[in-house]
């Protein structure tokens, strides 16, 4: 098991960075990989301190998380030889300061300046194909420094989506809860409960969060943070995506133009949660008062790519069992994204699910 050894969450702890590198005992020099809206949000600034505590920092500005790239981070990294890598951004910057390092074998620092996702504190990064992005293990960062006075400045549609992710743990870990008992997947409760328990706090709070209150940005920022301690406690990310999280990837395939993750998985555990015979309207009401999509007029996709890719989101990680079994047809698709208020009601279904 993997985990953090520190984590600084609050207001101004971007000037604890060079306080935590030393507590955790890294030395000489450092890849700080950012791009260049992030340099200036945070990442000039992290190599300011840095180099007034006494390492040698080395920015590295990236545009995504192509292969390329993580070859790039590995041949500077040689270069200079870095003993550790920070990646100082969003979810970008984040996965590829994650994955580059972990190739390396060297320690890595997560510096979010956005909290659109649970990657923040996660084991696993997203790198890009051709089509969507697929995720692979990477390894936990050895601390994490969240500054809720950058966070809270980021555009807050990223926020919103990231608490999508977070309630998204709650189809997950219904999920996981089925597989166990159905096809005998490997499950630990304490990472469902604690995943769980992450999803209820959002949801409970939800007419709470607003994006540009710093209480909030450090709420979420903490449940985002605790899902991927969830994901490290139990080896994979079964606690924190199950179905919802497939429907997101299947549109992320199909979509021409995709929304945010957790925007995408707050409205795959809207339907999901129905197809676990759950309260739906709770999701929807908690992700409506957060002011996240709850359809797909606004997630910006068209109907039809929200009916496909519930026919396909099976087939995305097929070894992880979920509800969607073998997969649904595409009626019963429509019947299940239009009850859900997904897409637009296309007949009358006054006795419920069915038209
Ligand atoms: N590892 C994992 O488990 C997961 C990884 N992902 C991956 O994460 C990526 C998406 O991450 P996400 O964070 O949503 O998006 P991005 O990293 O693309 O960042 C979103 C946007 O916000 C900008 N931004 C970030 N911080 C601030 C700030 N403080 N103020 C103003 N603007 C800011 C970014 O600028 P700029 O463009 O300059 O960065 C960017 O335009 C994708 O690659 C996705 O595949 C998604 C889910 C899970
Ligand atoms: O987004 C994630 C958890 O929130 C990671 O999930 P995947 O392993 O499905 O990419
Ligand atoms: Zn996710």
Same mark, same amino acid.
């Given at each position: 098991m993997q985990l953090p050894r520190e984590i600084v969450v609050g207001h101004g702890v971007i000037e604890e960075v060079g306080n935590v590198c030393q507590k955790l005992g890294l030395h000489g020099s450092a890849i700080v990989v950012m791009d260049d809206i992030t340099a200036s949000i945070a990442g000039n600034h992290v190599c300011e301190i840095l180099a007034a505590s006494g390492y040698d920092p080395v920015p590295f500005v990236t545009d995504s998380v192509r292969r390329e790239r993580i070859d790039d981070v590995n041949a500077l990294a040689t270069e200079v030889k870095a003993s550790f890598v920070i990646g100082v951004g969003g979810g970008t910057v984040i996965d590829l300061a994650k994955i580059s390092s972990a190739r390396i074998n060297k320690p890595f620092l997560s510096v979010p300046?956005?909290?659109?996702?649970?990657?923040?504190?996660?084991?696993r990064a997203s790198v890009k194909e051709e089509r969507g992005s697929i995720s692979v293990a990477a390894q936990s960062p050895l601390g994490v420094v969240a500054d809720t006075e950058i966070i809270?400045?980021?555009?807050?549609r990223l926020l919103r989506s990231g608490c999508g992710d977070v309630i998204s743990n709650i189809t997950a870990v219904k999920d996981w809860a089925l597989a166990s008992k159905l096809i005998n997947a490997p499950y630990s409760a304490y990472a469902a409960a604690l995943a769980e328990m992450t999803a209820k706090m959002i949801i409970e709070s939800s007419d709470q969060?607003?994006?540009?209150?710093e209480e909030s940005v450090r709420l979420v920022v903490k449940a985002l943070i605790s899902g991927g301690v969830a994901m490290s406690i139990a080896g994979s990310s079964a606690p924190a995506s199950g179905s919802e999280h497939k429907f997101s990837h299947a549109l992320d395939k199909i979509a021409p133009e995709p929304a945010l993750h957790g925007e995408q998985c707050g409205v795959g555990t809207i339907m999901m949660m129905h197809l676990h015979g759950g309260d739906w309207k709770m999701i929807r009401t908690a992700l409506q008062n957060i002011g996240a999509p709850v359809d797909a007029e606004a997630l910006g996709i068209d109907d039809k790519y929200i009916i496909e890719a519930l026919t396909i989101a099976?087939?995305?990680?097929?070894? %992880?069992?979920?509800?969607?079994g073998t997969g649904i047809t595409a009626d019963a698709a429509e019947r299940l994204a239009s009850f859900t208020r997904?897409?637009? %009601?296309?007949?009358?279904?006054k006795n419920g699910y069915r038209d």
């Open positions: 300046t956005a909290a659109a996702h649970d990657g923040i504190a996660s084991p809270v400045k980021a555009p807050p969060i607003k994006p540009n209150f099976h087939t995305i990680n097929p070894e %992880r069992y979920t509800i969607l997904v897409i637009k %009601r296309k007949g009358s279904d």
